[in-house]
């Protein structure tokens, strides 16, 4: 009897157990995803030729082995040419390559901050795997034009000569333009320096440079303690032309995440011209057809495109502000160049840094002829902008002066006194390498320059005088202070409060003149 019952008990549960597969198999349907798959036919600079994927969209990410990554650029019916965004000097010809269905993004997030990484996010810092928030598109449509507010609030540079002549307003663009070697990359260093303690997010995009160039940048962000609220986007010189070219819109899709939660933030792109040349290398190894300079017909479209992303968003959006400051190398002095030209068009203004001024040691070299701000007063604060002016009528008419009295003419009056005051305001003008001003003391310093307190002090003590005044600076009310920064003017009182700090301040210097 326990046999057959046995034997009953195991009867059943075979059957359960048929019946339960019998229900899996009906209950499950396979889900079938088609992999597009295609082959290298070449390989040639960072640009490979692919066949085989007839459903690639244009500028989506094509995988290969080795975890190496490009995007469709060109497509053909009967091969598709793909920018390599890394090593490929393993990829060769057979290789397979297959599509990703996404286009190139890069992470986002305050975790970066900080942090020194490539185009594609990866980390370059030594500090571990970069923790995100998410991943962007690095191609991303610019804000409409209802979407955009009025620039109006200024991104202090701490750079005297640029608050004061050609002032930068949080959402601009302003263009820095000059040959080689004449301080472009200072005064946008400076700039990342001055935002201290400001509360703006700061992104300096290194676009093909050399390594000892990114160093020494590096090394003055983390001595001076900027890093705290920068993140460092690098392509070296020696990197594909393909990550050069994304490296500024990877940027810029960082900058944007800050922006859309209603921060501030400066991105420095240094440089475009090296984004211009990637992009015309690029170009012509697509078989593209050249324009001006061997350039594509649409390297315009390429950098107005990155260049309008930079605005002020209305208060509605967060009133989140991304301001542009776009690096470019003149050849010459030649303004009129391809490049610069059109970036000159984009952007709303430029400041211009002179070799001539470079070479008669005129730091920073900033040509105020030359340089112009198209926002203006605007990016002023009040009591700033009341004592600035007839700084650059002043300064013009002195230039002309300076000109004419070379000849050996004999001037009147008048004339000469307008010379000495400008010698003043060149010497004002003047300002060591990556020491930034407080608003409070170039507030200071400029009126004592404008109330012509600089006057008795001979052209050679100027800069004894200047930083005299700097330090008294530090004796300035906080009431004072507080109001120069909420946007507010200085009565005649307050003025006259800080003029007298001014000649207890020059004072010493006056006895021994």
């Known amino acids: ?70 995007i469709a650029f060109n497509i053909d019916p009967e091969e598709v040419g793909v920018v390599l965004l890394g090593d490929y000097s393993r990829l060769n010809t057979g290789d397979r390559a297959w599509r990703t269905g996404r286009v190139t993004d890069v992470p986002v997030g305050s975790a970066l901050t900080g942090r020194v990484i490539d185009p594609l996010g990866n980390p370059l810092d030594e500090k571990g795997a970069i923790r995100s928030d998410g991943r962007w598109p690095i191609e991303r449509p610019a804000p409409a034009i209802m979407d955009r507010a009025p620039v109006s609030a200024p991104l202090q540079s701490g750079i005297k000569v640029i608050d004061a002549i050609v002032p930068i307003g949080r959402g601009q663009r302003e263009l820095i333009l000059g040959d080689r070697q004449t301080g472009k990359t200072s005064i946008a260093v400076s700039t990342i320096l001055n935002q201290r303690g400001k509360e703006v997010t700061c992104i300096y995009c290194a676009i093909g440079q050399k ?15 900027a890093m705290e609220y920068t993140i460092v986007v690098v392509t070296e010189g020696n990197d594909p032309s393909g990550l050069q070219y994304i490296a500024p819109y990877a940027a810029t899709s960082i900058a944007e995440h800050f922006m859309a939660a209603g921060r501030d933030v400066l991105i420095i792109y240094d440089d475009l011209t090296n984004h211009a040349r990637a992009y015309r290398e690029l170009s012509l190894l697509l078989k593209r057809p050249p324009g001006r300079e061997a350039f594509p017909g649409d390297i315009f479209y390429i950098h107005s495109r990155l260049l309008e992303r930079a605005t002020h968003l209305d208060r509605s959006l967060g009133g989140g502000s991304l301001t542009a400051l776009p690096i470019v190398e003149t050849e010459a002095q030649n303004l009129s160049a391809y490049i610069p030209t059109n970036l000159i068009s984009i952007t709303d203004g430029q400041i211009y840094l002179s070799p001539a001024l470079f070479e008669l040691g005129i730091l920073p070299a900033v040509d105020i002829g030359r340089s112009v701000s198209r926002v203006g007063g605007k990016a002023q604060l009040t009591a700033y902008r009341a004592a600035t002016g007839s700084l650059k009528l002043a300064y013009a008419q002195f230039e002309e002066l300076e000109n004419f009295a070379r000849f050996g003419t004999r001037l009147d009056d008048a004339s000469r006194m307008i010379l000495e005051h400008g010698v003043r305001i060149r010497e004002w003008f003047k300002q060591d390498e990556y020491d930034v001003l407080s608003m409070a003391e170039q507030l200071i310093m400029l009126l004592a320059l404008t109330k012509g307190r600089f006057g008795p002090v001979r052209p050679e003590k100027v800069r004894d005088a200047m930083e005299a005044v700097r330090k008294a600076a530090a004796g300035v009310p906080e009431a004072i202070t507080s109001k120069i920064l909420s946007n507010s003017e200085l009565s005649p009182d307050e003025q006259a409060q800080l003029l007298l700090a001014v000649d207890h301040a020059l004072e010493p210097l006056m006895k021994t003149a």
């Open 1 to 70: 009897m326990e046999t057959f019952s046995n034997d009953i008990r195991g009867e059943t549960l075979v059957e359960l157990t048929l019946t339960s597969i019998r229900k899996g198999r009906e209950a499950w349907s396979a889900s079938l995803d088609p992999i597009e798959q295609g082959t290298v036919m070449s390989v040639l600079n960072g640009i490979a030729k692919v066949g085989g994927l007839p459903g690639v969209g244009f500028e989506e990410l094509v995988r290969f082995h080795d975890d190496l990554y490009g």
């Open 211 to 225: 390594a000892a160039s990114v160093a020494r940048v590096l090394a003055e962000l983390r001595k001076r303690g």
